[in-house]
């Protein structure tokens, strides 16, 4: 039972993975031992922090063992192909959760591997262990996924993470604004999806205001998915939240970022209780502890 992308999740697969994030957060910090014997392998192609490190420590607070891999360290460097790596790891490990820059390259692992594959990231496409940490952070904080007006901010064109949300927030009918610049607007093929399976669509806008929003959702500039980093500099020189757009915000309004921020949030914000993005990266641990025990068919 792979998890490559949320279309591989009902709206009840979600409700009960966010349950089973919360139950596995009343565990914390000690963890449990449900996964004891299973192997993780952690196959990360991309750099990362939050989701290759609390993907390990998920595997070890629910009692798995993880093996690390670094591609520039293994035969990847001496010209092995992806498929011949996965069927490698596939043969060492129970459960396989991979990061890759090029679209559909879960998709390519779990066609030769036996074992379930997560797919952490695989290039702008989609990002489906984030879109639950996402759902599960507003939930937490607004007790429901239904009913909010949230506005999603920045490179909506390349940004997995957003992409995988706002699949996600149709499936719970929130009001949803998506605010870019013209040239970084969510692709058209993938709204005219999400309005296909769930007659769900945004609200499109080039200015912030946020004077409604219960949540504010920003994301960072991708500057390595851009052919000219020119214009990734461009963009993020005019997309930046300050202080000053808070004025007259509602005052629970959350903002929350994937992470790694850049410079697309005033430092000065951070201590405000808008700020809720540690809180989210936080939550990952839980949240990615019920995806594998679910992996794991435990
Ligand atoms: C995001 C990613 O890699 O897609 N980070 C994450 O997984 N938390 C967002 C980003 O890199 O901007």
Redesign the pocket.
């Known amino acids: 039972m792979s998890l490559l992308s949320e279309r591989d999740l009902s709206r009840r697969d979600v409700e009960a993975l966010l349950y089973r994030a919360d139950e596995m957060r009343g565990l914390l910090p000690r963890g449990t031992d449900i996964a004891k014997h299973k192997i993780v392998a952690n196959l990360f192609f991309e750099p990362?922090t939050?989701?290759n490190y609390s993907h390990q420590a998920a595997a070890l607070r629910i009692g798995a063992q993880v093996l690390a891999f670094n591609p520039a360290a293994s035969s990847v460097s001496k010209g092995e192909s992806f498929e011949d790596t996965i069927r490698m790891f596939d043969n060492y490990a129970d459960l396989l959760v991979i990061r890759h820059p090029q679209e559909g390259a879960a998709a390519r692992a779990a066609a030769v591997a036996k074992h379930p594959v997560v797919n952490a990231?695989d290039g702008g496409a989609s990002?489906p262990t984030?879109m639950l940490i996402d759902l599960y952070t507003i939930w937490r904080l607004k007790h429901k996924l239904s009913g909010l007006n949230i506005v999603l901010m920045g490179d909506l064109l390349h940004?997995?993470?957003m992409r995988s949300l706002y699949w996600g927030l149709a499936m719970f009918n929130s009001t949803v604004t998506l605010v870019s610049p013209k040239s970084l607007r969510m692709e058209p093929a993938h709204m005219k999806e999400v309005e296909s399976v769930f007659g769900f669509r945004a609200k499109e806008s080039e200015r912030l205001d946020i004077t409604d929003a219960d949540i504010l959702y920003v994301?960072?500039i991708?500057k390595e998915r851009f052919k000219k980093k020119k214009e990734a500099e461009l963009a993020a020189r005019k997309f930046r939240l300050t202080r000053e757009h808070l004025k007259g915000c509602k005052d629970d309004l959350a903002i929350l970022h994937?992470?790694?921020k850049l410079d697309e949030i005033a430092q000065d914000i951070d201590p405000l209780p808008h700020a809720k993005y540690f809180e989210q990266a936080a939550n990952a641990v839980p949240v990615r502890m019920a995806i594998l025990a679910r992996e794991f068919g435990i």
């Open positions: 990362s939050r989701t990231g990002h984030q940004a997995r993470a994301c960072r991708q994937p992470l790694p």
